[in-house]
């Protein structure tokens, strides 16, 4: 059991050191002449106008919040599919009834126009 | 002798034993052995998938692709990573420099470290914890973080346009994937991936094939693949979230990308194909990497089939088809699924495959009906636009501040 997680912990550390590594070859081996022009935004030539970090559309975050409300929906699922040669047909039946609800509150989003994009 | 890896993993922990160190130093030299290993085979996996991209790509569009350096082109990836080696590394300026250089290393760590959980043969596998699916989603969605800290800290409009739309992707299509692997999960009664796979005596894309269809759609997505590309669609946004990448770390985005592809074979094969069984491969564990690798390659062969066949999507049409029709869908079958499960407890094995799949079948029925009315529906607002009422008109959103 331990040992798992052992593996699981040395997977973490190591493999950022690939990537890392092939981040720190170039800075030895590629050229390095900077220079304004360069380092300029990319906008297909046009010089950009304005700042880039300023308020975007709030749709990005309806979606989020909806999102949020069922990933914890799934997370709470998953024990509940392991645990399920335990339980009797009353707790598949309760589970389910627990989807359902989240299924009402995915209704009420779609009813109020959460969902629409325009 | 039947298992190489087995024996040679027994030698080494025999040899370590000689040397008079303690158990639980050997079993934490062994370990990392272990990742080190892994880790390097899944890179050398990757550089071959540059080739088998480009070789793949350039087939469907009618062209030889790669052939000249070495036997049928395949030193053309070793090529490519030695000119990515020595390019310039541009930083953009006004980029946000930290969160800047380690958006790349996400992505890449990310993808290889999904590999830990995954068992390739019966005795090899990187770990075998009892959280395994859940581990997946969980490392999963650290890539979607790597792809906003792309986006934002370019400093590009562009970018920063590439990385909200794949967010927003990302994010609505792990709801309707999670719960897909949610299903094998309640058939094999365990999360840990081993159990999954060995459960598989009859291949769970059988016992559930609505719920490998939308892995399948969920995992296009989450790769930002087309139809799901908007996050790089080149007439609109030139690049999306790597456009102000240069030299190795587009690179690291790129070959995180065709890793990731892969590891979505890999994982199709674990949940629904039976992972590395096959004949004989209990036996003679090592054929069970052939299966494993011979299962993964082609979905990620399926993944490149559907990437380049169908043409992009908007940005609406893709949050409508996982939040109006994929989530109710698959939420349907799950609940479908678990209550079946429960009360075909007790009846032999392959009434049980057989309801399953009959249950598979309605559901897909009922589906095509819903979808054809919808569809008959949708061709009629176009051919007489007259007859219909706009429930959302389309505003134009005027303010310059805003982007969308």
Same mark, same amino acid.
């Given at each position: 059991?331990?040992?798992?997680?052992?593996?699981?912990?040395?997977?973490?550390?190591?493999?950022?050191?690939?990537?890392?590594?092939?981040? !720190?070859?170039?800075?030895?081996?590629?050229?390095?002449?900077? @220079?304004? &022009?360069?380092?300029?935004?990319?906008?297909? *030539? %046009?010089?950009?106008?304005?700042?880039?970090?300023?308020?975007?559309?709030?749709?990005?975050?309806?979606?989020?919040?909806?999102?949020?409300?069922?990933?914890?929906? !799934?997370?709470?699922?998953?024990?509940?599919?392991?645990?399920? @040669?335990? &339980?009797?047909?009353?707790?598949?039946?309760? *589970? %389910?009834?627990?989807?359902?609800?989240?299924?009402?509150?995915?209704?009420?989003?779609?009813?109020?126009?959460?969902?629409?994009?325009? | 002798?039947?298992?190489?890896?087995?024996?040679?993993?027994?030698?080494?922990?025999?040899?370590?034993?000689?040397?008079?160190?303690?158990?639980?130093?050997?079993?934490?030299?062994?370990?990392?052995?272990?990742?080190?290993?892994?880790?390097?085979?899944?890179?050398?996996?990757?550089?071959?998938?540059?080739?088998?991209?480009?070789?793949?790509?350039?087939?469907?569009?009618?062209?030889?692709?790669?052939?000249?350096?070495?036997?049928?082109?395949?030193?053309?990836?070793?090529?490519?990573?030695?000119?990515?080696?020595?390019?310039?590394?541009?930083?953009?300026?006004?980029?946000?420099?930290?969160?800047?250089?380690?958006?790349?290393?996400?992505?890449?760590?990310?993808?290889?470290?999904?590999?830990?959980?995954?068992?390739?043969?019966?005795?090899?596998?990187?770990?075998?914890?009892?959280?395994?699916?859940?581990?997946?989603?969980?490392?999963?969605?650290?890539?979607?973080?790597?792809?906003?800290?792309?986006?934002?800290?370019?400093?590009?409009?562009?970018?920063?346009?590439?990385?909200?739309?794949?967010?927003?992707?990302?994010?609505?299509?792990?709801?309707?994937?999670?719960?897909?692997?949610?299903?094998?999960?309640?058939?094999?009664?365990?999360?840990?991936?081993?159990?999954?796979?060995?459960?598989?005596?009859?291949?769970?894309?059988?016992?559930?094939?609505?719920?490998?269809?939308?892995?399948?759609?969920?995992?296009?997505?989450?790769?930002?693949?087309?139809?799901?590309?908007?996050?790089?669609?080149?007439?609109?946004?030139?690049?999306?979230?790597?456009?102000?990448?240069?030299?190795?770390?587009?690179?690291?985005?790129?070959?995180?990308?065709?890793?990731?592809?892969?590891?979505?074979?890999?994982?199709?094969?674990?949940?629904?194909?039976?992972?590395?069984?096959?004949?004989?491969?209990?036996?003679?564990?090592?054929?069970?990497?052939?299966?494993?690798?011979?299962?993964?390659?082609?979905?990620?062969?399926?993944?490149?089939?559907?990437?380049?066949?169908?043409?992009?999507?908007?940005?609406?049409?893709?949050?409508?088809?996982?939040?109006?029709?994929?989530?109710?869908?698959?939420?349907?079958?799950?609940?479908?699924?678990?209550?079946?499960?429960?009360?075909?407890?007790?009846?032999?094995?392959?009434?049980?495959?057989?309801?399953?799949?009959?249950?598979?079948?309605?559901?897909?029925?009922?589906?095509?009906?819903?979808?054809?009315?919808?569809?008959?529906?949708?061709?009629?607002?176009?051919?007489?636009?007259?007859?219909?009422?706009?429930?959302?008109?389309?505003?134009?959103?005027?303010?310059?501040?805003?982007?969308?």
């Amino acid at each position: 059991m331990l040992n798992d997680w052992l593996f699981v912990g040395l997977m973490l550390v190591m493999a950022p050191i690939f990537p890392i590594a092939a981040l !720190i070859i170039p800075r030895i081996l590629a050229p390095k002449k900077p @220079n304004p &022009l360069k380092s300029q935004t990319y906008e297909c *030539g %046009i010089e950009t106008v304005g700042d880039t970090w300023i308020q975007f559309k709030a749709q990005y975050y309806n979606f989020a919040l909806v999102f949020l409300v069922f990933d914890v929906e !799934i997370v709470f699922l998953f024990p509940w599919a392991v645990a399920f @040669n335990q &339980l009797p047909l009353y707790g598949v039946i309760v *589970g %389910i009834l627990f989807i359902e609800v989240l299924v009402i509150g995915l209704i009420y989003a779609w009813r109020k126009g959460i969902l629409e994009w325009f | 002798m039947a298992d190489p890896v087995t024996f040679i993993a027994q030698w080494l922990r025999d040899y370590l034993t000689n040397l008079g160190l303690a158990s639980e130093w050997i079993s934490v030299i062994m370990a990392a052995l272990g990742v080190v290993v892994l880790a390097s085979a899944v890179l050398l996996v990757d550089i071959f998938l540059v080739w088998v991209e480009r070789k793949v790509v350039a087939r469907f569009q009618d062209r030889l692709g790669p052939n000249r350096l070495g036997p049928f082109g395949l030193f053309q990836p070793i090529a490519d990573v030695i000119k990515l080696l020595i390019k310039e590394d541009i930083t953009p300026q006004g980029a946000d420099k930290f969160v800047y250089n380690l958006a790349p290393i996400l992505a890449l760590a990310t993808v290889i470290m999904l590999w830990a959980v995954i068992p390739i043969s019966a005795t090899v596998a990187g770990s075998t914890i009892n959280v395994g699916a859940l581990y997946i989603v969980a490392v999963g969605a650290i890539g979607t973080l790597s792809i906003i800290m792309a986006g934002w800290a370019s400093h590009n409009k562009y970018a920063l346009l590439g990385a909200f739309r794949m967010v927003a992707q990302m994010i609505s299509y792990e709801v309707p994937m999670v719960i897909a692997i949610l299903i094998p999960v309640i058939l094999a009664k365990s999360m840990t991936l081993t159990d999954i796979v060995e459960s598989q005596s009859v291949w769970y894309i059988v016992l559930a094939p609505i719920a490998a269809i939308v892995f399948l759609i969920g995992a296009q997505a989450e790769l930002g693949r087309a139809p799901f590309d908007l996050s790089e669609a080149e007439s609109e946004i030139v690049a999306g979230f790597h456009i102000e990448y240069t030299g190795m770390k587009f690179g690291l985005f790129y070959a995180g990308e065709l890793l990731h592809a892969m590891t979505f074979g890999g994982l199709f094969a674990t949940f629904f194909l039976g992972g590395w069984r096959g004949w004989g491969a209990e036996t003679y564990p090592i054929l069970g990497i052939g299966y494993f690798f011979i299962k993964a390659m082609f979905m990620y062969w399926v993944i490149m089939w559907i990437k380049y066949s169908f043409p992009r999507v908007r940005i609406d049409q893709m949050l409508n088809f996982c939040w109006k029709f994929l989530t109710p869908l698959i939420l349907t079958v799950l609940s479908i699924t678990a209550i079946m499960d429960k009360l075909l407890t007790g009846v032999p094995y392959w009434i049980y495959v057989l309801a399953m799949l009959l249950m598979n079948l309605v559901v897909l029925y009922f589906v095509y009906r819903t979808v054809g009315s919808y569809a008959r529906k949708e061709r009629q607002k176009v051919a007489d636009p007259a007859k219909v009422r706009v429930n959302f008109p389309v505003k134009a959103s005027t303010t310059p501040t805003q982007v969308s």
